[in-house]
């Protein structure tokens, strides 16, 4: 392929920060690259989301108020404005929602909003000239090609090599207890939260290792569903999570040097 090549693994959040501002600085620069093409690698269907905003079970919230939430460093308060000009696209999924600048919404709904604004920014793009491919596939290795390019390698056998790549893949799975991942009822991640209460039989005793964010959706997901059986939480800290409920507006810096010092 001729022209230049980004290629982004992982469509989540901070891939669409990426591509926003990426395109921001084209068209402000003026230096529109009409050759771009910016191929976005993952391997879940619903681009956008990522792991964290996926598809899942409303009980699992977001842990700061849908007013303080933007993936855009210029653009404070998006997702709330978003919400309240777009109800028709949101609100079927999401019949009971009261929505308030000082909510916490599921974060499935978040994951709805950041899939609109890929779905926006792929249009921005093709506007000024350039390309967003999404690509349904995941990605296993990168290597260097004597002409100077970085090449990903994906499962499905595809090669792109790229200008320059970025990797946006979000937290990596724990290898702690990589040797229980077959042993039945052990679970090294409790997401999809509908997946893991339905297959936990409800009177069935349930030990949580941790008690931070995902912890707490695990038992209030189990909750939720019916379950009756003893749930206990284990916790080096012995401490819960703390809702980030009076936090500011946070502001975007530059990591330098002098910063890191």
Known sequence: MSGKVITIVGSGASSVSFIDALLENLCVENNILSDLTIFLLDKRPQF???????????????????????????????????????????????????????????????????????????????????????????????????????????????????????????????????????????FSSPYPIKHTTRVIPKEARVAIIGSRLSAIDMAIGLKASGHTGPIVFHSRTGSLPAVRGIQGRYKPEYLTPQRIK
Not at 49 to 73: E, K, M, Q, V, W
Not at 104 to 118: D, I
Not at 149 to 174: A, E, M, Q, W, Y
């Open 48 to 186: 956008g989301r990522g792991l964290a905003y996926a598809d899942d079970t409303s009980t699992s919230l977001l842990n700061t108020r849908a007013s303080f939430i933007s993936p855009f460093s210029d653009k404070p308060g998006h997702f709330y404005n978003w919400l309240l000009q777009n109800k028709s696209i949101w609100e079927d999924d999401f019949p009971d929602l009261i929505l308030s600048p000082d909510a916490f919404l599921p974060r499935s709904l978040f994951g709805n909003y950041l899939t609109h604004m890929l779905q926006s920014l792929s249009k921005k793009a093709v506007e000024i000239g350039c390309r967003v491919i999404t690509v349904n596939d995941e990605a296993y290795r990168i290597t260097f090609a004597h002409d100077g390019k970085i090449v990903i390698s994906t499962r499905g056998n595809l090669s792109f090599p790229s200008d320059h790549v970025v990797l946006s893949c979000g937290n990596g799975g724990s290898l702690e207890y990589k040797n229980l991942e077959d042993t039945p009822g052990f």
